[in-house]
């Protein structure tokens, strides 16, 4: 699928997305010190004495005393909750800029991912060349997932974050409003495997796309001459579908300021401060794995690597902007393209990387589980944290690429190990600001992996040139 109608001025999104970005920022700061200053205020002192409640029913000596103190945190807790509901609605202006952008892009990366992965396939030819490249693909997607987990486990025993938290263990029973996933092989294959297509489409589930994809390109291409007719149309589906994109990333920069906005608002920039160590421990991380993905993919493409970088800015401050590496998934398809990768390459290895490949969502769950462990003084040996990266390794897959996925495989996890789920509410308040970097991270990866696979198979072409503006 060649992109023949590329614009020939050049793009100013890119500018006006940072514009948007540091707007959003200063007017999440404006809403924070005086709209919703009254809620903030409120809430911040609500979870002050749920934090006591809870250090009292630890230390309580009778069931009677304790049985008190759980039902003040139960009503503080439902009072926090009135006025975390209350603030929301004030900012609800600003936060649904950027939820109609996200709903906008999930209605075209289903379809998307179905047609170009379809017609990558089909002309792949034989199912032979599938192999191959689906075993080249998957080959780096394992490298780069365990060299992810590998490194938040390494970096987070070096920093060890959670030791100043020193927490002394909540109920078993806490309810963190979070849901897990559980480690069965029944669950993951009925997750991998779709029942209808049309269901899989509905819920976004990438992965089960994918498989249905690969199962009906490799059928289209099997049958021939009428196999073409399929392939033809689709194709131009597909190229529709990405003209849509085109009017869809024109909002990008409204969605950035009102997610930033929001963000501000409601967290304050006094969340930077409170988790500066960790915040800033972990981004050192993430620039640690830009540079391990870097060289790795210079291995193969040489000198490229910076253009490669340079030309997938645009998806990877949108990800970023948007805490969603799933909103920056049309744009990156395209500028790959014009990159040089051949579309049958990146039309098969992109959409496998949104399900076997966040890099940077892989490398915050090592760290963020082994947080929360050290945050209440359990000592895991090294054979237990291995277990746990592998653990992650399979129940990561196919994880969505939107906000706060990660949260829902790590409370799986955290259970499995036998770990307090309610270590989570340590990282609610500052997961979006973590998520952005994860989600630019992963949104690198997919694009080095892509660009790689492409120079094995003898597809990478010369980069288009910039257009003049």
């Not at 009503?75 to 950027?98: C, G, H, Y």
């Not at 960790?278 to 193969?300: H, K, M, P, Q």
């Not at 906000?403 to 270590?423: C, H, Q």
Request: hydrophobic fraction near 50%.
């Amino acid at each position: 699928m060649e992109l023949t109608n590329a614009p020939k001025k050049k793009s100013r999104l890119t500018l006006y997305i940072i514009i948007a970005l540091f707007a959003g920022i200063a007017m999440g700061f404006v809403l924070n010190k005086s709209y919703i200053s009254k809620e903030n205020q409120s809430i911040a002192a609500l979870q002050i004495s749920i934090d006591e409640a809870t250090e009292s029913i630890g230390v309580a000596t009778d069931s009677l005393t304790r049985a008190q103190w759980i039902e003040k945190k139960k009503s503080l807790s439902k009072e926090q909750t009135v006025q975390i509901n209350e603030r929301d609605k004030k900012v609800e202006p600003f936060s649904i800029l950027a939820d109609i952008f996200l709903r906008l892009i999930k209605m075209i990366v289903a379809p998307l991912v179905l047609t170009t992965l379809i017609v990558g396939v089909a002309k792949l030819g034989d199912i032979s060349s599938v192999g191959r490249i689906g075993g080249k693909t998957l080959l780096w997607f394992v490298a780069a997932s365990l060299t992810s987990l590998l490194l938040g486990m390494i970096l987070v025993n070096l920093f060890k974050p959670g030791i100043a938290m020193d927490l002394p263990l909540p109920d078993l029973g806490e309810d963190t409003g979070i849901a897990h996933v559980g480690l069965t092989l029944k669950g993951f294959l009925y997750h991998v495997f779709p029942t209808s297509l049309m269901d899989a489409m509905a819920r976004n589930e990438i992965l089960q796309i994918v498989v249905f994809s690969l199962f009906f390109g490799v059928a289209t291409a099997s049958i021939g001459e009428q196999g073409k007719i399929v392939i033809t149309f689709l194709d131009a589906v597909a190229h529709v579908i990405l003209k849509l994109t085109g009017y869809v990333m024109g909002l990008a920069p409204i969605a950035v300021f009102g997610a930033m906005a929001a963000i501000i608002a409601k967290q304050g920039l006094g969340i930077l401060t409170t988790y500066s160590i960790f915040i800033g421990e972990f981004y050192l991380g993430l620039a640690i794995l830009w540079v391990i993905l870097a060289l790795a993919g210079s291995v193969v493409i040489g000198k490229r690597i910076f253009g490669l970088i340079k030309i997938v800015r645009e998806p990877i401050l949108l990800a970023f902007s948007t805490s969603s590496s799933e909103a920056a998934f049309p744009k990156t398809m395209e500028l790959l393209q014009k990159f040089g990768c051949k579309d049958k390459i990146v039309s098969f290895v992109l959409p496998l990387g949104y399900s076997f490949n966040l890099d940077g969502s892989m490398m915050y769950m090592t760290f963020a589980s082994l947080f929360i462990a050290q945050s209440y003084g359990i000592d895991l040996p090294i054979a237990t944290q291995i277990s746990m990266l592998l653990v992650l390794m399979l129940t990561s897959k196919g994880i969505a690429g939107v906000p706060r996925a990660s949260l829902v495989v790590i409370a799986g996890t955290l259970a499995t190990f036998d770990i307090p789920e309610a270590g989570l509410a340590l990282l609610l308040g500052i997961d979006p600001l973590l998520d952005m970097g994860r989600s630019a991270t992963n949104v690198v990866g997919n694009s080095v992996a892509t660009a790689v696979v492409s120079k094995w198979e003898n597809s990478l072409g010369e980069q288009e040139p910039e257009p003049v503006s």
